[in-house]
């Protein structure tokens, strides 16, 4: 197996107990196809070159240095030594403050996912125990962690034999859904319609599968790609023409029908329906009456 570069190591913490871990992202996006800025008269790169904005002569690159512009056109430097001794504990440490439920945090504030690995034989003990005891808890740890000058709080889960972290994004980059959904009125459904919908969602229920999740786009930007490479005519996309506008009853009818299935009885049809019969009750056995007593010849003389 190629050697996995690390983003970021460290330790990860949790209150006297500490493993030397190493980050790597759980993500890549080198397959992706990339395009250069050529000039199309000569098809050459074009490099990029920095210049100052008011003399308009290239910059060198050791004399690039970071500014903060706290008012218009005016900036203030910081070196590389000074964002140094900035130090957090978080830039070498993972302290993991608590412990939660995974499903508490909503998918908004996930951002960038990495493994979390072990860093060196010494650390593999202290790191299972973590591992193995959230698992058997059924919890994740929220922790911090600086990457590049910049402090991220973070969600830690157990992963396999190992662990995922994953980025959040603060409270103030996260913009509140009640923003974008309030003007969303309140209608009350036809029966018959939330009825199809849910046909519809049973009827394409499956298992999470990632390999079928493929970027057309990227897979069409290769074909277009190679074409080219081979000096072949690329093959153009049939335009797609917009669907037929259809009421809504209908399109749920035409999509279970596409799917095979068959359109639900409606709702006042299956309310107008009898209720199955009941089965006749059985009558309970006769019971004989206790006989009587013969009386007494005399007394029933007497009687009559």
Known sequence: MAEIRSTWKGRLKLSLVTAAVRLAPASSESSRIRFNQLNAKTGNRVKQQLVDAETGEEV????????????????????????????????????????????????????????????????????????????KAGKAAIGRVTISSREHPVLIEPCGKGMSLTTLRPEREVRQSEDFFDDIPDIEIEPDLMDMAEVLIQKKQGHF?????????????????????????????????????????DALKKSLSAEGTSTPAPAKKRAEQPAAKAAPAKAPAATKAPAKKAAPAGKARRAS
Do not use: C, W
């Open 60 to 135: 060198p690159r050791e004399d690039i240095v970071k500014g903060y512009e706290y008012s218009k056109g005016r900036y203030v430097q910081v070196s590389d030594a000074e964002l140094d001794e900035v130090r957090l504990e978080s830039t070498h440490t993972i302290d993991i403050e608590r412990f939660v439920d995974a499903a508490e945090i909503q998918q908004i504030y996930r951002n960038t996912p990495y493994y979390v690995m072990p860093d060196g034989n010494v650390a593999d003990e202290a790191y299972i125990v973590i591992r193995e005891a959230m698992e």
């Open 209 to 249: 599968e990632p390999k079928s999740f493929v970027d057309h786009y990227q897979e069409a930007l290769r074909e277009l790609v190679e074409a080219k490479v081979e000096g072949v005519e690329p093959a153009h996309a049939e335009e797609e023409r917009p669907a037929k506008v259809i009421n809504l009853m």
